[in-house]
């Protein structure tokens, strides 16, 4: 499976390339900011995207939205992550239509897993 991750804190980006890596799977990029993560939606073959809440030039939940009124990518998963545990938020990345919501700081088994469950479904 090949994931993209767009996240603007490089030390958490690090961490999650390193665990989606060490379970297996292929991080066919990592960036800092949403533009360069469509960017890379455009070019790569990709089956999950692991986007932060909030970056630079889109948002995570822009990016998502984009996603979903892509033809082409409307079906790729999307997992977000964010420090924001406000249930408004949660609702948001729903009607954005992220496939699931990981807070910060989480446990690295809890990424792992939804990443295998995506694999499992692919």
Do not use: Y
């Amino acid at each position: 499976m090949r994931v993209l991750i767009a996240d603007d804190d490089q030390d958490l980006c690090d961490l999650v390339t390193i665990a989606i890596e060490r379970a297996g799977f292929t991080v066919v990029a990592a960036v800092a900011d949403g533009a360069a993560a469509w960017n890379v939606l455009q070019e790569e073959e990709v089956d999950l995207a692991v986007l932060d809440i909030s970056m630079p030039e889109l948002t995570g939940l822009e990016l998502t939205e984009k996603i979903r009124a892509d033809d082409e990518l409307r079906e790729l998963s999307v997992l977000i992550i964010t420090a924001n545990v406000q249930p408004s938020t949660a609702e948001a990345v729903h009607l954005a239509g992220a496939n699931g919501l990981i807070t910060k700081p989480f446990v690295v088994m809890e990424l792992v897993a939804f990443v295998r469950d995506v694999a499992e479904r692919l």
